[in-house]
Nanobody
Framework: QVQLVESGGGLEQAGGSLRLSCAAS????????VGWFRQAPGKAREFVAA????????DYGDSVKGRITISRDNARNTVYLQMNSLKPEDTAVYFC?????????????????WGQGTQVTVYS
């Protein structure tokens, strides 16, 4: 059984930074791509970023490109999301998820294990 636990969310002023972490259990975590999604109240879950198994490839949603960096440390079974130049519209619950297959994906159906999420609130 794979468990994902997000941390690092909080309240931040616009223009500030936060780093989210996603810690995973299981020895095979490094064999899978990992993604971050976010969901604001009343909205659908939105793709934020994804990273390949080894970390050499990344993908970003259009709304965060240039402001967010995804990375991973497979020795620590952890994926990170560095968020800079935060905007109020970044306010959402952020989820990490493990891909079903070996490649990155942008749709929620391509992910099978999800964390409980961490709240990010950005105020102006």
């Amino acid at each position: 059984q794979v468990q994902l636990v997000e941390s690092g969310g909080g309240l931040e002023q616009a223009g500030g930074s936060l780093r989210l972490s996603c810690a995973a259990s299981g020895r095979t975590f490094s064999n899978y791509a990992v993604g971050w999604f976010r969901q604001a109240p009343g909205k659908a879950r939105e793709f934020v970023a994804a990273i390949s198994r080894g970390g050499s490839s990344t993908d970003y949603g259009d709304s965060v490109k240039g402001r967010i960096t995804i990375s991973r440390d497979n020795a620590r079974n952890t994926v990170y999301l560095q968020m800079n130049s935060l905007k109020p519209e970044d306010t959402a619950v952020y989820f990490c998820a493990r891909a079903r297959g070996l490649t990155m994906a942008r749709t929620t159906r391509e992910y099978d294990y999800w964390g409980q999420g961490t709240q990010v609130t950005v105020y102006s």
